[in-house]
């Protein structure tokens, strides 16, 4: 229905500016395979984010994959619970074990005091969420990592634009990962990105995201993580509108800070103090699941859709091999809803939403 409002909209831009890119891939013929588009869209998002090795993937879930076969990881890899399934599932999908790690109930990241507890001599990487973009203790992670010669992997999704103590987000840790699904602040329909410090595990992930060949060079066994031009021109289009789009989002998060009742509710906290924020989620943490389940079908029969995330906890699915408790992340992901929150979304609907959730709770 056109009137329901959902979680959020995918952004679309000027139907003329993406036909103006599609007139280039027309001229040039060039439809994937590493074509002009597509390495000018990495050549600017290194600018812009200030990063030395960026590769664009066909989404943020190979992403992860190219980043773990990249590194030559095995055994263990400690992460978080409190993620998309994609950062669990990227883990066995290379055969190795997912270690889970409880998370702090004020930022619900990984909680890095916890993670020295499970590290035993098959553990080779710690893989953690930045949630909401919201970054992780990325200090005490990386001294772990330094300490136990660990690689440390960011699953930095919802961190596009985020900038911690004046650095991109995505500039820390040994790798981060970004996706670029159409639900996300900047986006390229499908697709994500894979940012490294090292050349050679550039050149490595260059290789693997393409079949492990140049022409007629077979280096190594890799997968088609590619992406199109058609996918690379949304892409040029949408990063000039990015910050237009933050700021639209900026706007509808104060109104929801202004107005929801915090006295029966929070907010995963912000370190505002070092944080450029990219507004990409708009998560509260309700008193209780009869609280959460009563505010979701109040918004429901207003045609007003939030969405629980991240539920459910991934320690809980079913195919984990080995059972853990995650006792905050288990009370938390029954209780967190993420609210409508996107650029085009009216004001007073806004304020309509945050009345509901104030009469409901």
């Known amino acids: 229905m056109s009137d329901r409002i959902n979680v959020t909209k995918s952004f679309l831009p000027p139907k003329q500016e993406y036909e103006q890119m599609l007139e280039r891939i027309w001229t040039s013929e060039w439809l ?4 002009p588009l597509l390495v ?7 600018q812009k984010l200030d990063l030395p090795y960026l590769a664009i993937t066909g989404n943020g879930t ?10 030559h990881l095995s055994g263990e890899i400690i992460t978080t619970p409190f993620s998309y399934c994609a950062t669990t599932t990227s883990i066995l999908w290379e055969n190795l074990k997912p270690v ?26 710690i893989l953690a969420t930045h949630v909401y973009g919201n970054p992780c203790n990325v200090e005490k992670l990386e001294a772990i990592g330094k300490k136990y010669n660990l690689k440390i992997i960011y699953d930095a999704a919802h961190a596009f634009g985020v900038e911690y103590k004046g650095r991109s987000l995505l500039a820390y840790g040994d790798v981060s990962t970004c996706s670029f699904h159409a639900t996300k602040v900047f986006h390229t329909v499908e697709g994500g990105c894979v940012v490294c410090h090292d ?25 088609n993580g590619k992406n199109s031009e058609f996918h690379a021109a949304m892409g040029l289009v949408n990063l000039g509108h990015l910050d ?12 929801y800070d202004e107005l929801l009742d915090w006295n029966k509710m929070y907010k995963p906290t912000e370190k505002a103090a070092h944080l450029k924020y990219n507004y990409a989620y708009y998560p509260v943490v309700l008193p209780d699941v009869p609280a959460t389940l009563q505010v979701i079908a109040a918004l429901n029969r207003e045609n007003i859709y939030p969405r629980r995330y991240f539920y459910p906890t991934l320690n809980s699915l079913q195919y984990i091999p080995v059972r853990y408790d995650c006792p905050v992340s288990e009370d938390v992901s029954v209780r967190v809803i993420s609210l409508p929150l996107y650029p085009e979304l009216d004001h007073e609907t806004v304020r309509k ?9």
């Open 199 to 223: 050349p050679a595990l550039y050149k490595t992930v260059q290789l693997m995201r393409s079949f492990g060949h140049v022409q007629d060079d077979y280096f190594l066994p890799g997968v």
């Open 62 to 71: 190979i992403a992860i994959q190219l980043a773990i076969k990249a590194l």
């Open 40 to 46: 000018e869209l990495e050549q600017k998002l290194q």
């Open 32 to 35: 994937t395979n590493n074509g």
């Open 353 to 361: 939403i945050a009345r509901i959730i104030n009469a409901h709770i």
């Open 244 to 255: 237009r789009i933050i700021e639209g989002r900026k706007q509808i998060f104060r109104i």
């Open 100 to 125: 889970f790690v409880d998370i702090n109930p004020e930022d619900l990241n990984i909680n890095a005091d916890l993670v020295e507890s499970v590290i035993t001599d098959k553990t080779t990487a």
